[in-house]
């Protein structure tokens, strides 16, 4: 039985109980012991997420892909290819849609960008052009596809009297 089934198994209290304790230990190991929190911390976990991405970056071709960029680089081809500049881009515009039924942020993204054909689901672009695309094919946050087209619909951002927070689309914070 896996871990999470087996957690799944328990009672709500139970559950609950069993997180506490592991956060607790978690949270005492990471105090006590410096190289448990150098895996989490600092220049190991960039020099990894850097290296993934420039991997994916090299992967997905390391120039914007689309073909009306201009920038012009020093060899006096076109299509930018700073590594600060490029961006990873969704094809189809469902960026938001892919995160949220598989919450792949970070450098899990990066993971399913090298499993991927380039240029089926993820392309690579300079921050212009995804800019412009997003303009162009109406890419919006908060968009809702209405009827062939999309349609902005604004989130309440409230905020909770006793704690001070902002609340979520949902009311809670």
């Not at 949270?27 to 012991?33: G, Q, S, V």
């Not at 600060?84 to 942020?105: F, M, N, P, W, Y």
Request: proline fraction near 3%; charge should be positive; glycine fraction near 8%.
């Amino acid at each position: 039985m896996s871990n999470n089934k087996w957690l799944e198994s328990l009672s709500e209290d139970a559950r609950n109980l069993y997180k506490e304790k592991l956060y607790a230990r978690r949270r005492l190991r990471y105090a006590t012991d410096a190289e448990w929190r150098s895996l989490f911390k600092g220049d190991k976990q960039q020099i990894r997420y850097q290296s993934k991405r420039e991997a994916a970056i090299a992967y997905l071709g390391g120039r914007c892909a689309d073909p009306r960029c201009g920038w012009i680089n020093s060899d006096g081809t076109k299509g930018c290819t700073v590594l600060s500049c490029l961006q990873i881009d969704h094809v189809l515009g469902d960026g938001a849609k892919r995160r949220k039924t598989s919450g792949q942020e970070g450098s899990k993204l990066l993971d399913t960008v090298l499993r991927t054909l380039p240029g089926e689901i993820y392309q690579l672009l300079c921050a212009n052009c995804n800019w412009i695309k997003r303009h162009e094919n109406h890419e919006l946050p908060q968009a809702r596809h209405v009827d062939n087209s999309f349609v902005a619909v604004p989130y309440p951002r409230g905020k909770d009297s006793t704690t001070g927070r902002f609340l979520t689309a949902r009311g809670g914070s």
